[in-house]
């Protein structure tokens, strides 16, 4: 007879690329405030999913392309 054995496994969930931030997870990754997140996309410097005139979110793996392009690189170092 074949048992099936109940194993109680705790998976912790990753922060998949796809998901979706709220503005105090995106600063919390960032290590910036609400404020610097909302700066940010006022200047149209990461790109945002806007849910309703309120309620917006980020895609991490878009916030971190957006970004990656502002680097400066130094000559001559």
């Known amino acids: 007879m074949n048992e099936h054995k ?18 105090d997870e995106l600063a ?18 990461i790109p945002v999913i806007r849910l309703s005139h309120r309620c917006v979110r980020f895609q991490w793996n878009s916030v971190q392309t957006a970004l990656a392009r502002l680097e400066v690189r130094e000559i001559g170092r």
């Open 6 to 23: 109940n194993t109680n496994r705790v998976t912790r969930r990753t922060a998949d690329s796809q998901d979706l931030l709220t503005k």
């Open 28 to 45: 919390k990754r960032l290590r910036l405030t609400r404020r610097g997140i909302e700066c940010l996309v006022a200047r149209r410097v």
